[in-house]
């Protein structure tokens, strides 16, 4: 179904075409009665299937500009996942009076307090900030009437749920909840619904978890080995863009540091970074100019990149729904990508799990570790070769021949 056969006015009409947005994606057509018409909605759909417009659109709409109030509230997890929001409601918005601003850690206080009380429409915003503007009465949701939680089962994990139940307190007059992820894992189901009354479904991720539009390559390698074997591999492939996750943000330093020597254009990000260089690494990666960004889980969600060709996971994913988020940063609005996931002996069991839970169908690069009998035939051959050595340790039990 196009756009133009919905009843969207022309201004916005006419910034989705320039934006090249003709063809509703599946979760844009399934959401846009919904929002419309005023329910709550719980919305799930695969990484990279366009979220962000199937929200913005009708909320959008629902703006009345004459009114100087914040009417619509986004909550996302990330800085950067606030400002590629926020980016996309600009561009929807830009042909219309409706004034979308958003607000996180690490920006200018004074910046956002002027612009809020110069009149916002749309506040985007990370828990953290809004957190603070609310405690010090910067900001109203008098007149917020509809609350989007985007990346939903993340918001409502243990971290910022206490924060998220506050800040949706807060809205007092009756108002919409709109929810959206690629993932809900059951434990958080139970919440989602208590925030919503009423809500309309929409789940639209496949049997598969994990996306389709995505090869899953798995190597099992010696922790020693793996540094040569990312390198070989990165060489080796026709790497457009590479986003490489590592649990940790030493690592990232660590990986960074290392691998600039061999490859040019590489980049890193974490929570460690001030706001300022984080922002600037994420426009550089965004624009280009940047091929290899290594990152911690940071960007794990939400970030679209569109010509991330390659996603490795130089650590195991850890948590329930990473390796989807993780690898979803590639693969984007039916493009293909690539996913490799590094393993050592000390991720099998973890391993296990996550190919069964993400019913992914792994494409080992070298052996795979799973297999019951996976000894190559040269180590068989090796093997059948070596002569029997009884254990001659002092006091040990000699193995009989
Ligand atoms: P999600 O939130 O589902 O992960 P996004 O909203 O980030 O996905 O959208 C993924 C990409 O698809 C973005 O680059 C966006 O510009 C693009 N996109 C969204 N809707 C459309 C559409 N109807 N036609 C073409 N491209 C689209
Ligand atoms: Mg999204």
Redo the contacts with the bound molecule.
Sequence with gaps: MKFSELNIPSDILGALEKM??E???PV?EAAYPIIAEGHDLCAL?E???????ACAIPLIQKVDPELNAIQGLVIVPTRELCIQYVTEIQHIARRTSVVPFAVYGGFDKDIDIAKLKHGVHILVATPGRLLDYLYSGVLSFKHVKCAILDEADELLKVGFLEDIEFILSCIIREHQTLLFSATMPEDIKKLAHDCLRDPRHISLITERKAPTSIDHYFTYQHPKDKQAALIKYLKEEDVKQALIFCNARHMVDKMFASLRKDFEDVGYIHAGLSQDKRTSVFRQFKNMKIRYLFASDVAGR?L?F?HVSHVVNWDLPQGRESYTHRTGRTG??GKKGKALTFVTRHDLSDLRELIGRNEISPLWIGKDPLLANNTSPERKARNRKRPFRPNRGKGKPVAKP
């Design positions: 090249g947005y063809e509703m994606t844009q759909a990484t990279g299937s366009g979220k962000t417009a939400g679209d569109s984007r609005m």
